[in-house]
């Protein structure tokens, strides 16, 4: 009996020391960077119209705003980027949508943010107002954003405005600007236009689709919106936004939550935990790699986690 009791007592105070473990096993913090939704809206999947055509896209997230001075100038910061070729004494104002951006320097900043530009199709369904209509706010043409028709008479104060100032010309999922204030980059290349009317400037190299016009663009009268320029352009009306499909934002969120349960340092502790989060990561593939690589430099004072995050990235590049 006083046996038992002894062991029962071994068992409760191992159970104890246990618990104590665990609540102590804080994980590493990697202070990953991914995708964030705040300033994104959601724009559902399947079929719209472009004009007398069905097209398809699977659902994905768009940001609301065109792509900041501000937010590139906390890009510059982070990654030591030197400066846009800006002219000098042109009026910039954060809130302003960044420009003499070429292709290169969109994508860079959309991957910096673990996102990517749009294609041409996803745009097209961001803009469309309600049941495809011609313009965000609808198939009649009103001052409802920066376009040249804002500027009648007054031509050489014409400029850029704060994004998200045309409340009347929001799109039907709440992107402002997809109309006027500055062009913005998409990743498809001239043969995926979808206004063969649309120009396509000349100049060596691949050119890109641009969209939606800009402060200097007259829109009365004009239905595509939509240009092709090779990708080293570099405009005084040329900006960008970004987009994050939504079966890849998913897959980021469990990505994300694998490698914070590589971040408990006691295995034994975590073991069941820890070998689900290692098996997901391998089934994730290629796609975990650019975040286990972040995850890597990251974990830099903590050598036992790059050692895991290390054999789980050639698990990978095995295969197995």
């Known amino acids: 009996m006083k046996l038992g009791r002894l062991a029962l007592g071994a068992a409760g105070l191992l159970l ?23 300033d994104m809206v959601f724009v559902a999947g399947g079929a719209f119209r472009v004009g007398a055509t069905l097209q398809t896209v699977e659902a994905f997230y768009v940001d609301r705003f065109e792509v900041t001075e501000r937010e590139w100038a906390r890009f510059r910061k982070a990654t030591g980027r030197g400066p846009l070729p800006y002219w000098k004494g042109l009026r910039r104002d954060p809130d302003d949508p960044v420009r003499y951006v070429n292709l290169q320097d969109a994508k860079d900043f959309a991957h910096w943010k673990g996102k990517e530009l749009p294609t041409n199709l996803q745009w097209e369904r961001a803009s469309q107002g309600e049941g495809g ?8 043409f009103l001052l409802a954003a920066n376009t ?130 290692e098996r997901d990561l391998v089934d994730e593939g290629e796609a975990a790699l650019p975040y286990l690589e972040q995850a890597k430099q990251r974990a830099g004072n903590h050598p036992w986690l790059q050692e895991r995050i290390q054999r789980i990235i050639e698990r990978i590049h095995g295969g197995s």
């Open 16 to 38: 104890l020391v246990l618990i104590v473990f665990a609540m102590l096993d804080e994980p590493v913090s990697l202070d990953l960077r991914g995708a964030e939704l705040e």
């Open 133 to 140: 209509k011609r313009f965000p706010w609808g198939d009649g």
């Open 148 to 277: 040249a028709e804002l500027w009648e008479g007054q031509v050489e104060s014409w400029g850029v405005t704060r994004v998200g100032t045309f409340e009347r010309g929001r799109s039907a999922v709440g992107a402002y600007d997809m109309i006027g204030n500055v062009w913005e980059w998409t990743r498809s290349r001239t043969d995926e236009r979808l206004h063969v009317t649309g120009r396509v400037e000349e100049g060596q190299g691949d050119r890109f689709i641009i969209r939606g016009g800009a402060f200097d663009t007259p829109i009365r009268g004009r239905a595509d919106l939509e240009e092709a320029v090779p990708a080293r352009t570099r405009r005084w009306d040329l900006g960008f936004r970004c987009v994050i499909a939504e079966a890849a934002y998913r897959r980021q969120e469990r990505i994300f939550a694998a490698l914070r349960e590589l971040g408990y340092r006691h295995g034994w502790l975590h073991g069941l935990a820890l070998k689900a989060a």
